[in-house]
């Protein structure tokens, strides 16, 4: 592309924010700026008309707010970079605007050489992260690892194994078992050292509580 003809629209319902934006960028090299729009609706009336490169986007419009247009953006403008613009720093808000495909997110207090530095970034490199995004993503990340640590996920079991386990729960010796599976008692033993590894499990007792806990089988 055409260093250039950088092609900027603004969405934002507030015109202060928007003459300001203007203002700030209009020296800069490289931007054109194209249109802007007052709402949800009306950003998606113009971004059919004429395509920017970039779209700088607040969250909180009227009519159809960030999070339900940057949905519908991406199913139709698969190409266009979205620079979120907002008042919102919760690092909820700022995960899933990323994960919705925003390229990136930045507050409306930044400054305004960051706003032009993030516009460049995304069309070369597609994204900008900056402290705000980093952080967010290093604290979801963090969140993911302590669920896992605390509440794993259940463990999944084939048919052979759920039979053996079902068996086992019935207070079934290994040789009980072996006739009802038609396996050798060695391949019961294996079987079953093998489920207890999985849930890490010392005891077939708590083998079986895993099973019941996770609803594996049925109470007997």
Known sequence: ???????????DDHKIFRDGLKMALKDKDYL??????????DLLHKLRIKQPDVLLMD?????????????????EFEGIKIV???????????????EMGANAYLSKTTDPDEIYKAILTCMNDDFY?????????????????????FYPMPVK????????????ALDKTTEEISK?????????????????????????????????RNKLIDEV
């Open 157 to 168: 079991f084939n048919e052979k194994e759920l039979n053996i386990l079902k068996h086992i």
């Open 59 to 75: 969250i909180r419009m009227p009519k159809l707010d960030g999070t339900n247009a940057i949905s519908l953006i991406r199913k």
């Open 1 to 11: 592309m055409n260093v250039n003809q950088i092609k900027v629209a603004i969405a």
């Open 84 to 98: 979120v613009l907002t008042m919102y720093d919760q690092q909820e808000m700022i995960t899933k605007m990323m």
């Open 32 to 41: 054109k700026m194209l249109w802007e729009a007052e709402d949800g609706k």
């Open 129 to 149: 992260f900056n402290d705000l995004v980093n952080k967010a993503v290093l604290l979801k990340l963090q969140h993911k690892r302590t669920v896992r640590q």
């Open 180 to 212: 009802e599976v038609f396996l050798s008692p060695r391949t019961i033993e294996t079987i079953r050292q093998k489920m207890k590894e999985k849930v890490g499990a010392k005891t077939i007792a708590g083998l079986v509580m895993y099973a019941l």
